[in-house]
Each structure stands twice: as C-alpha cells, then as structure tokens.
C-alpha cells in the first residue's frame, strides 16, 4: 500500500493505492505464501481491525523513549492475541510472534 508510489521495481510486489480490504483479501487468496508489511503502524492497525493480519511479528529494541505512535490505540483494546513465537538476540532484541485469538 502506498501513496506515493506508481510501481514497484523489486519482484514479487504489488502497489495497492489507499486502504481496500477487499483488495487485500483478493491479494491474500491470489498469492501463495505470506504477505509481509512492514513499517507502517496505520496500515497495520487497520489490517487487525479488519481481521487480515495471521500473525503480528513485532520486534522490541532495548531503548527507552519519552514517547511515539502507540502501536494499539485505546480503540483497539479488546483485540485478542496469543504469542505464537519468541526468540532475543544477543544485541538484546526480542522478537515476538503473535496470532489474533478468536
């Protein structure tokens, strides 16, 4: 998904312009394998409200800062998740895997 881009350049991509979760699903049921985001909070966000997300992977880094874009807004508070999958490098980041739990 983006806004800026006309075409992709990289293999095994596809640009989809503005938030479609039909277009997402279509794009689900016509590829073989995952489909990665990466990088993009609101686009997430959307993708697990609208049920499209199998698993979240999320990568904690051992920095502490004052403040940011919340990940889970308060509006997204009853989403339910299980930990799949866990795994911390020796830098001190974990990497965890979470799927959505009816």
């Known amino acids: 998904m983006s806004s800026t881009l006309t075409s992709a350049e990289w ?5 989809l312009r503005g938030y479609d979760a039909d277009a ?4 689900k049921a016509s590829v073989a394998g995952p489909i990665y985001v990466s990088g993009s909070a609101t686009l997430v ?3 697990l409200a609208d049920g499209l997300v199998d ?3 999320l990568f904690m880094y051992p920095v502490a800062l ?3 874009l919340r990940l889970f807004p308060d509006a997204t ?5 299980s930990l799949a999958e866990s795994e911390t490098y020796e830098n001190g980041v974990v990497h ?4 959505p739990r009816p």
């Open 45 to 47: 966000r959307a993708m």
């Open 96 to 99: 965890l895997a979470y799927a």
């Open 11 to 15: 293999s095994n991509s596809s640009i």
């Open 66 to 68: 004052g403040g940011g």
């Open 77 to 81: 508070a009853t989403l339910r998740l």
């Open 55 to 57: 698993t979240l992977h």
């Open 24 to 27: 997402i699903r279509e794009l």
